[in-house]
């Protein structure tokens, strides 16, 4: 009677809570409904992967033929290098663009004249909100024969040519526009974790006669460690996932050898060319890699340190 008393008072007060909380739940469901939608309940399609979809039978229906795909994809002569360019691409990506903001935050937090830092705040953010038609509108105007990349490069004496169609700059001009579009927008959450720094700290290393180089090794970089390392987490999470749509925008025929990655090879092969089966299952192996990834570094974060996800 004692425990069916207890838990019939546990379940009240919990309705008594979400009672009070009921303004607060009603702002968070249309969010809650909008991923449950578009997230989870699409996830039944998944089962397509594992199956020889037809259309007139449906995903119920069709029949079950396993990881077949998944093997056809492995065996298949084009897998090394759609994996290699996946990886290159994101670690090269990780490598330059993680630390670009992190980096741009510090400098910002240097700055002494209020003026001229929101001015530079104000610059740096708007790229961010610029579509990614745009953005590549750009790249094909700097890299055209009379663009402005080939007028610095014949000052050296290297002929113009059409960069976009050399596979060795893709790469460059990949990573270079992401990090120029969103250089201001990643350095908002380490500045915010700068605006909780105590300045009786700087004034104290000030006091211990820390010069500017110290005061930032061993007062602002502690304070952004955390945001660093969930960042870093959730970047790793999606190291193989690229954006999809700079990429379409910017490759072509000429430079599939190093453009060629694995979503655009999902569009090419499981859209346009019409193998939807084979197309998830390579998609659903890249989501079960970055899944596997992010927990491994949660994993990882926690044992060496004292910040995590969770």
Excluded: C
């Excluded at 350095?187 to 006091?207: F, R, W």
């Excluded at 193989?240 to 655009?264: C, G, H, R, W």
């Amino acid at each position: 009677m004692n425990l069916q008393r207890l838990q019939l008072q546990k379940r009240n007060g919990i309705l008594q809570m979400l009672w009070k909380q009921r303004y607060l739940l009603l702002m968070v469901l249309p969010g809650f409904l909008l991923i449950l939608v578009f997230k989870y309940v699409p996830m039944y399609g998944v089962t397509i992967a594992f199956k020889s979809y037809d259309a007139s039978l449906g995903f119920l229906r069709s029949p079950w033929i396993g990881f077949q795909h998944f093997q056809a994809f492995f065996d298949s002569p084009m897998s090394w290098r759609i994996v290699k360019n996946s990886l290159l691409l994101a670690f090269y990506s990780l490598l330059f663009g993680f630390p670009a903001p992190i980096i741009f935050a510090l400098l910002l937090n240097e700055l002494r004249h209020k003026l001229f830092k929101r001015t530079v705040q104000t610059i740096t953010y708007f790229p961010h909100f610029l579509s990614a038609v745009i953005v590549i509108g750009f790249v094909h105007e700097f890299t055209s024969v009379e663009g402005i990349i080939n007028e610095v490069l014949s000052w050296f004496g290297m002929e113009p040519r059409t960069l976009l169609y050399l596979s060795e700059w893709f790469r460059p001009l990949y990573i270079g526009s992401s990090i120029w579009q969103e250089l201001g927008y990643g350095a908002i959450i380490y500045l915010a974790a700068l605006t909780g720094v105590d300045h009786s700290q700087y004034e104290a290393a000030v006091i211990d006669g820390a010069n500017r180089w110290q005061r930032l090794r061993y007062v602002t970089w502690p304070a952004i460690i955390p945001a660093t390392t969930v960042m870093l987490i959730l970047k790793l999470g999606s190291i193989l996932s690229t954006d999809f749509q700079k990429v379409l925008l910017m490759y072509n025929p000429k430079i599939y050898d190093t453009a060629d990655v694995i979503e655009t090879y999902v569009y090419r092969v499981g859209v346009q060319g019409g193998q939807f089966e084979y197309g998830a299952a390579v998609g659903l192996m890249l989501s079960v890699i970055s899944f596997v990834l992010i927990v491994f570094a949660n994993y990882f974060s926690k044992k060496v340190s004292e910040n995590s996800l969770w």
